[in-house]
């Protein structure tokens, strides 16, 4: 990246997924902005106070606050999430408008590139979860469904990332891809935040919604609707 690093800025970053990210950023050699949001993250969060990262307090619900985080970066990677899963206005809040809210402040900055974690479930991958899934996160894929419509209308370079059922045990550490919602599978936060990353400056992955699961978890009838990603 040449001697000056760029600069990605990690919304929710102190969730077990964005602190994952923020360590897989600092790997790839990137410098991290951390964006913190009153009253959910304290001021010196605990796992982010170290060489590299940078804290700042955003306010998710204004464009002009996340664009004065956005100031001077070029990429940004969006890991929030509600902590409400059954308030619909908690959802609507930070899975859609805050996702909004950032490509906005993303695009009105000229950054280069948006990674959006959604979910496996969301819009044409609904079939890929239970129907027992749907029933009780619907607030939330919904949410999650609306802020990538937008994201993927908006005019700006985006890859939007649905990782299948996160698993807290160890996998093969493959991850495999899908696209249009056929398969589901599960996946460690480590490689989703690998796929984040990653997704910044590949372009086989540029204005995509993909699906990302261990190549282990996937069912046989289900292999012949993955797909490459160089």
Not at 96 to 115: E, I, P, T, W, Y
Not at 187 to 215: G, Y
């Amino acid at each position: 990246m040449g001697s000056e690093k760029s600069i990605v800025v990690v919304a929710g970053a102190t969730g077990r997924a964005g602190s994952l990210i923020v360590e897989e950023a600092l790997k790839k050699g990137y410098q991290v902005r951390a964006l913190l949001v009153k009253p959910f993250d304290p001021p010196q969060p605990s796992g982010l106070q170290k060489e590299g990262v940078e804290l700042i307090y955003g306010d998710l619900t204004s464009v002009e606050s996340l664009a004065e985080v956005m100031e001077g970066a070029h990429f940004v990677i969006s890991a929030i999430g509600s902590k409400k899963p059954f308030s619909k206005k908690e959802n609507d809040k930070i899975d859609n408008m805050g996702n909004q809210n950032l490509a906005r402040a993303a695009k009105a900055k000229s950054l280069q590139h948006l990674v959006v974690i959604s979910s496996t479930g969301v819009g044409d991958s609904k079939l890929a979860v239970s129907f027992i899934y749907r029933a009780l996160m619907g607030p939330i894929l919904k949410a999650k469904g609306k802020s990538e419509e937008f994201i993927r209308g908006f005019g700006m370079d985006y890859t939007i990332i649905r990782p299948g059922g996160y698993a807290g045990e160890a996998l093969s550490g493959k991850t495999v891809f899908g696209e249009g919602g056929k398969f589901s599978g599960r996946v460690t936060r480590e490689q989703i935040a690998e796929v984040c990353v990653d997704a910044l400056t590949n372009p086989s992955m540029k204005n995509r919604t993909l699906e990302a699961v261990d190549a282990s978890t996937v069912k046989e009838e289900l292999r012949p609707f993955l797909i490459t990603i160089k």
